[in-house]
């Protein structure tokens, strides 16, 4: 049960409203702001997805996508390097309106929980990359791809405020059930570039489409 208490006010027209019960909503959640002057509307930046797979806080946010290779092909078709496996989803731009437009990503820690494995192989390894373009589809070459995770990957250490001069490794697809990839590069991209791949780390020929996880992706937007 809930119980909404309107207070309303004969100056500015608007409501107070508390609840004693869960706020439920389809449509996910957003704070907005109206201008005085103009009663213009805009979004503060505080929102929640209708699927709760997005969270944003001003410029930083937290989202999440399931993986599944069930649509690849390797066993059929050799997938080379930096070949798309699927395309995820898409990063979010949105920012309050009161910022400097974002023209970049800043990409803060990606977590990658594996449910099941693919085949054993030791080539089945994989990055992140993000790009323009939409709609690539699977053993096709990503469009000019940034990698985000991976081999090719310069992270950048908050340490000592420069890069690691360390080889960073692919994404083990073949790793057990309920281990995980962690990786936290503290790089930029283009917020052009806002669709998700993941793409194979190498040749990849036997069947991956066993795979499936769950992807976390911490990032904010500048």
């Known amino acids: 049960m809930s119980r909404t208490v309107l207070a309303e006010t004969e ?6 409203s508390t609840f004693n019960g869960p706020v439920r909503t389809e449509g996910g959640f957003n704070v907005i702001n109206k201008a005085a002057s ?8 505080f929102s929640v997805n209708s699927t709760g797979q997005l969270i944003s806080l001003g410029t930083r946010k937290i989202q999440t996508f399931a993986i599944d290779l069930s649509g690849t092909n390797a066993a059929g078709t050799t997938y080379g390097d930096n070949d798309v496996l699927v395309e995820l989803g898409a990063l979010n731009t949105d920012h309050p309106d009161a910022l400097v437009t974002a023209s970049k990503f800043f990409i803060h820690k990606v977590v990658i929980g594996i449910t099941t494995a693919a085949t054993s192989d030791a080539q089945s390894l994989a990055n992140l990359q993000l790009s323009a373009t939409s709609g690539t589809a699977t053993n096709s070459a990503v469009s000019s791809g940034t990698e985000i995770v991976g081999a090719g990957v310069a992270s950048f250490n908050a340490r000592i405020s420069a890069t690691d001069s360390v080889t960073e490794v692919d994404i083990d697809l073949d790793a057990s059930a309920g281990t995980f990839h962690v990786f936290t590069p503290n790089i930029n ?7 998700l791949y993941l793409c194979a780390g190498a040749a ?6 066993a795979f499936r996880g769950t992807l976390e992706i911490e ?4």
């Open 11 to 16: 100056t500015n027209n608007m409501a107070n």
């Open 38 to 45: 103009t009663g213009a509307i805009t979004e503060t930046g």
């Open 189 to 195: 991209a283009a917020i052009a570039s806002k669709n």
């Open 204 to 209: 990849a020929d036997t069947a991956l489409t």
């Open 219 to 222: 990032y904010s937007v500048y």
